[in-house]
């Protein structure tokens, strides 16, 4: 393949296939239009296939394409002209009803057969896959014994799966039956009890009703995928070229694809088109493999829904069940997800108007549509498509003409309804009953209102021939969809290209082309057609109104509307479709190569973890070598979700870290910081015991050295005072030791306790050098006392003095407060310097999206402001311009340098956004040789995603591991020319 070519696979498992026309817009080469697989099977059948495997090589967009179909070999017939290399899905479960996986072969192919899913086998998961499993095998023997059809292989091998089949007999095996028969069969006949939608009685359409039809949805949609998926996922494999490949698949029966395919090619392009409704996360939270479905989605690269609707319940879900909020960049919506970004496309699918165009064109058309003219002369006909299939909301529709037609009685008479339903929706119970309920009111209306030469109802009851369907649609003044539910419904889109016709065809002068439209809201279709009625199918009166209005419409505001529809239709067909998700999965795909891939998990569960090449895991062994070697070094760490984890509720240090801060310290070569967004308070009193313990407060506003001791003060001031040791003594961790130049002191302190004070680990402490450190550890002081001695470090906080200004405080705070009187358990932490929202206890889904448009609404109300407004963790934060974790880290490191000091080690670590600043000022600090370019530096994220830093740690563990092993190896006391680095004269 050339360079930079782009090898599409498709994978499929139901569809039509028809996108591969779209490479009839193909630069070097065309495909020849062709007729739907469908037809060409229906209307050709002696078209002979070669065998497979065939091998595409198409060329489009000016590159090289390797098309691969996961699909039914008939669908060849739709691509002569094209060599293909198709796979057949072989292995397809040959009934319609719910399937869990219970059922599970080896996707690697090592394992032959099917085997008990461990997973689910083992969590007791179950729903209805067993009672289905078993009545599907047990319908098979009896018409195995009566008719003396055998069972398929792959039935036998599920029956071996499932029984003791090799005994001879039928019995459930003995694992199963405890496992399985009490609860499965209970639930499986429960759940498909919820599922049947109760007979109605006419024009009873109620939530009843409609929740059951959701739960079928659930129940029945998505399942198929794990029995499925097996065969598939083994073909695709074989035939993938992991380097050079495009794979997109399609729709729910593969949702389980992506994970068999990133668990074997970690780094291979994957995209997915999702043509079914996604539900609501409060319908989808209820299947027990929800999470896994998400996690497979996830392991994409670019995943398609045809409607905003279903791409929101899609991110909803994400962020509810998986904690995944989704950004948007420049237009474009994307999902962090270990360090790839998953793409999100919305765009509803096009129909193929080149091949709709030829159809067009057949010559039985035209006399079909004269046929039909006839049959109608003088009624307005309304037209309804569907399959027969209980989502379709057929009766809803007949339902609804009915209504128009007492409501409206000057349609009597005139208005005709044409119901085609395509017996394609299965032969189960509820497409009987479906089928009776539907010629029950057709036969109702046609007695009430029907007379000779007059049916108002005609109700199709056979699949058509693509002629006979488009030729009811040419004299069709209306299309009603009422469907309840669909993922894209293209009916509307082919009735207004076949109301259009073919210029040229109708000769003389083309006549004003008109067509309307009453869509349901509830299928993919429907935001696509401004022009369209849309309605609510459950709810009959308004349907039958949009009726009446759309043949009562005037004729210019009918040709209006057409012609905006057909400009919409004839340009986002197919191939325009296909080539912009193609366009976006390229796109999404760009930095494929340059990152390293590592996958973990198991099942489901696996993902890819992309990495910059660069990125690495931090080794504790190569740090503790530079470490040991340097002699000045910076160690910058961010407190939250650093050195404690997001997910306690109480953040205070625990002993661990308030050792490892101490120790760390009392190694003079170390400068220490705690470099957090909280605020001085919390954090003086957490490292309270941490006296040489730097901190930057509310992302460096604040900063503090350490915890100084300015005796001298404290001396005159209460050198005439007496000391008197008390019962509530200074605890051992609060007075370790002080740091004074001040002799005065000294004698102070022996003359009130009568002892002696080491200095620098010895009694002999004069002369006191200016850098001695003084224990006060046995000195038997009182707490009272031992603070009346030193400064505390509220006194020594240095002010970012850059910002003075706090207007925007009295401008951020009230739309805080909207938001936060909006949004039910959020609520605004006001620092000294900054506001910040926090909605971590909000509900997840709406917390999200009101930050979102918050940080929105506050940036345009900040936007003369010297003022930056970020998110961050649950939280939206406006703070000064001037102040950054990036800030703190240039003015230390500067700091140091002027001292003469220059760091030769710095260690830098954090989780979060704000902690980005940090590493992107360092490594400007670099750029600028600020600090020698011999430094060893460690710039460290915790988990495994995209940073600016060059090492990342896991979690708040390793950090803590490797900051205790470099601990471990620091020296206790440093000599008195490494001590003191940023003197107080400095720092002020
Ligand atoms: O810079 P960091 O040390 O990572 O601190 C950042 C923010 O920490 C605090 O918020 C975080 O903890 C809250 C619970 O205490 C939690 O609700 C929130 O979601 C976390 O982001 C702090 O309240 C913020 O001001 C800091 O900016």
């Known amino acids: 393949m050339a360079t930079g070519s782009a090898l599409v696979t498709i994978v499929t498992s139901t569809y039509s296939m028809i996108w591969p026309r779209h490479w009839e817009k193909a630069e070097h080469r065309v495909v020849q239009p062709v007729m739907s697989p469908r037809d060409c099977c229906d209307e050709h059948p002696s078209i002979a296939l070669p065998p497979p495997p065939y091998r595409a090589q198409v060329t489009t967009f000016g590159a090289d394409c390797r098309l691969t179909f996961l699909s039914e070999p008939w669908l060849v017939a739709d691509f002569l002209g094209v060599q293909i290399r198709i796979i057949d899905r072989k292995q397809k479960v040959p009934y319609d009803g719910a399937k869990w996986d219970l059922l599970w072969s080896d ?37 195995w014994k009566n008719k003396g059809v055998k069972p398929s292989k792959f039935e036998v091998s599920v029956a071996q799966a499932l029984f003791h089949v090799k005994k001879g007999n039928q019995e459930l095996r003995d694992d199963l039956k405890d496992m399985y028969i009490n609860t499965a069969i209970g639930a499986g006949c429960r759940a498909r009890r919820r599922a049947t939608p109760q007979p109605t009685r006419h024009g009873e359409v109620g939530m009843r009703r409609r929740d059951s039809m959701m739960m079928k949805l659930l129940v029945t949609r998505p399942i198929p995928v794990a029995v499925e998926i097996t065969g598939a996922s083994t073909r695709v494999i074989e035939v993938l070229n992991p380097e050079d490949d495009y794979i997109w698949i399609h729709d729910y029966h593969l949702l389980a694809l992506p994970s068999f395919l990133r668990r074997r090619f970690n780094r291979l392009r994957i995209g997915f088109f999702l043509h079914s409704p996604f539900p609501s996360s409060e319908l989808y939270r209820s299947l027990p493999v929800r999470d896994e479905i998400l996690k497979s989605l996830l392991n994409c690269d670019l995943i398609g829904f045809h409607t905003f609707d279903y791409a929101r319940h899609f991110l909803s879900c994400c962020s509810r069940m998986l904690g995944i909020e989704y950004q948007s960049k ?49 009624k307005t006909v309304l037209l309804g498509v569907d399959d027969l299939d209980i989502f379709k909301g057929i009766n809803l529709k007949i339902l609804a003409f009915e209504h128009m037609l007492k409501t409206h009685p000057k349609w009597q008479g005139r208005a005709v309804l044409v119901q085609i339903a395509n017996p394609r929706g299965g032969s189960g119970k509820d497409v009987q009953g479906l089928k009776a309920e539907i010629e029950e009111s057709c036969t109702r209306i046609n007695e009430q209102f029907g007379r000779s030469g007059y049916s108002p109802v005609e109700l199709v009851n056979r699949t058509l021939s693509s002629v006979e369907r488009m030729a009811y649609y040419t004299v069709a003044e209306c299309v009603v969809v009422t469907a309840v539910r669909d993922g894209m419904n293209l009916t509307p889109y082919e009735y207004i290209v076949c109301r259009q016709g073919i210029p040229g065809l109708d000769g003389g002068d083309a006549p004003k082309r008109k067509s309307m439209l009453v869509v349901s809201e509830f299928i ?51 191939a325009y479709w296909s080539k912009s998700y193609i366009h976006d999965l390229e796109r999404s795909c760009r930095d494929h190569f340059r990152r390293r891939c590592w996958g973990i998990g198991l099942g489901f569960g696996f993902r890819v973890v992309a990495l910059d090449r660069n990125f690495k895991k931090l080794t504790v062994d190569s740090i503790v070598a530079d ?61 309270n015991s941490c006296p040489e313990l730097g901190i930057a407060a509310e992302h460096g506003y604040f900063m503090s050295r350490k915890k100084q001791y300015m005796f001298v003060d404290q001396f005159k001031s209460s050198q005439n005072e007496r000391l008197y040791p008390s019962s509530s003594h200074v605890s051992h961790e609060s007075c370790i030791e002080a740091v004074t130049p001040h002799l005065p ?46 400064r505390t470090r509220d006194e020594q906080w240095q002010i970012n003095n850059q910002c003075s200004e706090f207007g925007w405080m009295q401008m951020a705070e009230p739309v805080m407060n909207l938001y936060t009187e909006a949004t039910d358990g959020s609520y605004i932490e006001t620092k000294e310097s900054a506001l910040v929202w926090h909605h971590q206890d909000a509900d997840p889904g709406f917390g999200s999206a009101q930050a979102k448009e918050m940080l929105d609404h506050l940036e345009s109300v900040l936007a003369n402001e010297p003022v930056s407004v970020k998110s961050g963790q649950h939280i939206v934060e406006v703070k000064p311009q001037s ?65 600016k830093a060059k090492y990342y740690l896991d979690d708040t563990n390793d950090v803590l591991n490797m900051l205790e092993a470099l601990a471990d190896v620091s020296e206790e006391v440093g000599s008195p020319e490494e001590s003191e680095i940023l003197s107080p004269s400095e720092e002020a």
């Open 524 to 574: 993919g279709c429907s935001p696509s057609l401004s022009g369209a009625i849309r309605v609510n199918p459950w709810n009959i009166d308004t349907t039958a109104e949009a009726m009446n209005e759309s043949i009562a419409l005037s004729e210019n505001e009918n040709q209006l509307r057409h012609e905006k529809h057909y400009r919409y239709v004839s340009t986002h067909d197919v």
């Open 107 to 143: 996707p690697e192919g090592v394992v032959d057969g099917w085997a008990l899913s461990p997973q689910y086998a083992e969590k007791g998961l179950i729903s209805s896959h067993v009672t289905t499993l078993i009545k599907m095998y047990t319908a098979r023997k009896k018409i």
């Open 330 to 378: 420049r237009g474009y919506i994307g999902l962090d997800y270990f360090g790839r970004t998953v793409g999100i496309k919305i765009m509803p699918v096009g129909i193929n108007m080149m091949q709709l165009k030829s159809q067009l064109q057949l010559p039985d058309l035209e006399s079909r549509v004269a046929e039909l003219r006839k049959q109608f002369n003088g």
């Open 627 to 687: 470490y040991k070697k340097s002699n000045s070094r910076v160690i910058l760490l961010d407190y939250d979700g650093t050195l404690v984890p997001q997910t306690t509720i109480n953040r205070t240090p625990n002993e661990t870290v308030v050792n490892i801060m101490n120790a760390l310290c009392a190694d003079k070569k170390n400068v220490v910081f705690i470099v957090s967004g909280r605020g001085r308070s919390s954090l003086e009193k957490w490292f």
């Open 745 to 790: 002191w000294m004698d102070f302190v022996r003359e009130t306790v009568g002892e002696k004070p080491t200095v620098n680990g010895s009694t002999e402490y004069l002369p006191l050098h200016e850098h001695s450190c003084v224990n006060l550890i046995g000195l038997n002081l009182d707490r009272e006392t031992f603070f009346r001695l030193g």
């Open 883 to 947: 102040v950054s974790k990036g800030f703190v880290a240039e003015k230390i490191l500067s700091m140091l340098t002027e001292n003469k000091r220059q760091a030769d080690f710095v260690l830098c670590i954090g989780d979060d956004r704000s902690d980005e600043d940090m590493f992107e000022g360092i490594a400007d600090i670099m750029r600028r040789s600020i600090v020698d370019p011999q430094t060893s530096l460690y710039a460290c994220t915790v988990g495994q995603k995209p940073s």
